[in-house]
């Protein structure tokens, strides 16, 4: 079973990049989708998921306007479309995989989460 994030690198403040985490080993259809993050000294949160039941998508509020969740199912593949960063978005972005329908929508549900990415590094300067 593999996770593989991909996109990531330095980009300047205002400036957009898209990260992309490609599946392999497991039956990508019957998992949910979410991509995490983590800055240094800081806990990982969610930034978004998308349901394996319906294809819907859930954003932390404070971040919806500029980040985008989308998927290719034929390439097994899913993407993290970032744009207007900011050096406060400089983190470790991992996907993961999780086996129930639908997206935990209290307080992510990071463990229950059966597989993660290696993570990306996403460097946003001022």
């Known amino acids: 079973v593999q996770l593989v994030e991909s996109g990531g690198g330095l980009v300047q403040a205002g400036g957009s990049l898209r990260l992309s985490c490609a599946a392999s080993?497991?039956?990508?259809?019957?998992?949910?989708i979410g991509w995490f993050r983590q800055a240094p000294g800081k806990e990982r949160e969610g930034i978004t998921c998308?349901?394996?039941?319906?294809?819907?998508?859930y954003y932390e509020e404070s971040l919806k306007d500029r980040f985008a969740i989308s998927t290719d199912n034929a390439e097994n593949t899913v993407y993290l479309q970032m744009n207007s960063l900011k050096p406060e978005d400089t983190a470790v972005y991992y996907c993961?995989?999780?086996?129930?329908?639908?997206?935990?929508?209290?307080?992510?549900?990071?463990?229950?989460?059966?597989?993660w990415g290696q993570g990306a590094q996403v460097t946003v300067s001022s």
């Open positions: 993961a995989a999780d086996p129930y329908e639908m997206c935990h929508t209290v307080g992510w549900g990071m463990h229950q989460y059966e597989y």
């Open positions: 080993g497991f039956t990508f259809d019957d998992y949910s």
């Open positions: 998308i349901s394996s039941r319906d294809g819907s998508k």
